[in-house]
Each structure stands twice: as structure tokens, then as C-alpha cells.
């Protein structure tokens, strides 16, 4: 996939893995247009769903499918770093990434979420956002494949994510596989939370 199709791809899947409501269904067409350009039917598959379904329903679908489960969450490091100060330490990096290329991110959403990230890296820094999905490959490719496993519509839209980055190699393989035996790593005994509990997993509480 070219460059300027990754970022088409991005963008669409930004829009599409932020809580569903009205604005989004505004922009279905728009959507439905980006995902012809592509030619990519795993979008099209999604979109056919959006059409599909009440909003009330896909509401209720994103938050037991994002806020419910955790490894589905939308958390980049969550995945590497569970909820220990590793992962306040990876956030940062976030920040900082975001920071140099001059993004001014509100106070709204933490810096790793999938939405955010490839938001930035369709509108901001295509290769510094792209860098930091690889970095996080491993936990994308995790999401992906709970997403399927649950049968979940959203699966769609990560393979429409995943087209857009190269292939898994073997350490990252490797690291798909611990992760979906192991999970993320725990809070270490003692240590103060680096982030309010809205935007945890269902363990801390949901983010939304």
C-alpha cells in the first residue's frame, strides 16, 4: 500500500474506532467514498455494518467490545506494559513524538490510544505515526486477533489498519504469542497509579 492510500486508510480508522455518535454517522458517505478509493472490502465490510445497525446498539457494542474486554483495548501500551510505571514511562514517549511534530493533543484522551494515534499519523506525521504503530505491533496484532476471535465487527477495520504496516516478523511473532499466554504485565505492589482510572481497562474502570 502507498503512502497516500495508508493515510486514507488511517484516517478513515480513526474515525471509525472513536465512540460511535452522530457526527460519525454524518460522515458515512465520506467514509463509503475513502473505502472505494481503497478498494479495501474490510472497510466496506464495516460500513455496511454502520448502515446496518441503530446507534443506541453500536453505542452499546463499542463500549462492551473496548471497555469490557482487555484484549481488546484500545490502548497501545497497555499491550507492552500493562498497568505498571513502564507504561507511564511509554505515554510519555507518546507525548513526546507528538510534541516535535507540533500536535497539541487536549486533555481528552491518553496519548497511545488507537484512534489518536492514527489520527496524527494521517494528518500530522504519516512517518512518525506509522513508527510508533510498529513500535507497537505486537499489541495491534493482539487486538486484531481478539477482535476476530469475538467475532467483533471492529476486526475489519484493524485488518484495514494492519494492511497498512509490514508484515509480523519472528521476535514479533514471538511477542504476539506471550502476550496472548501471558498478558500484559501487572502493577507492581505499591506503586501510585500514572493516569486517572477512566482510562483504564475494565480492571481500573472504563474510559468513557
Avoid at 448502515?51 to 446498539?57: I, M, Q, S
Avoid at 476471535?149 to 516478523?169: E, F, I, N, R
Wanted: aromatic share 8%; glycine share 6%.
Amino acid at each position: 500500500m502507498n503512502g497516500t492510500d495508508s493515510v486514507l486508510a488511517w484516517q478513515s480508522a480513526s474515525l471509525l474506532l472513536d465512540y460511535p455518535d452522530e457526527q460519525l454517522l454524518a460522515r458515512r458517505d465520506l467514509l463509503r467514498s475513502a473505502a472505494d478509493a481503497l478498494g479495501d472490502p474490510a472497510l466496506t465490510r464495516f460500513l455496511d455494518h454502520l448502515d446496518a445497525t441503530p446507534l443506541p446498539e453500536l453505542a452499546a457494542d463499542y463500549v462492551a467490545t473496548f471497555d469490557h474486554r482487555k484484549r481488546c483495548c484500545l490502548y497501545l501500551t497497555y499491550y507492552a506494559h500493562g498497568d505498571t510505571r513502564k507504561r507511564g514511562m511509554a505515554l510519555l514517549r507518546f507525548k513526546h513524538a507528538y510534541r516535535i511534530a507540533g500536535f497539541a493533543l487536549d486533555d481528552v484522551e491518553l496519548p497511545d490510544h488507537l484512534a489518536v494515534v492514527l489520527e496524527f499519523a494521517a494528518t500530522i506525521d504519516p512517518k512518525i505515526g506509522r513508527r510508533l504503530m510498529i513500535e507497537h505491533r505486537a499489541g495491534l496484532e493482539l487486538l486484531r486477533l481478539a477482535l476476530h476471535d469475538a467475532g467483533s465487527p471492529y476486526a475489519d477495520v484493524l485488518d484495514a489498519v494492519s494492511a497498512t504496516l509490514p508484515a509480523l516478523v519472528g521476535r514479533e511473532r514471538d511477542a504476539v504469542a506471550r502476550l496472548a499466554a501471558e498478558g500484559p504485565p501487572e502493577e507492581e505492589v505499591g506503586l501510585a497509579p500514572f493516569a486517572p482510572p477512566e482510562y483504564m481497562p475494565e480492571t481500573q474502570g472504563e474510559h468513557r
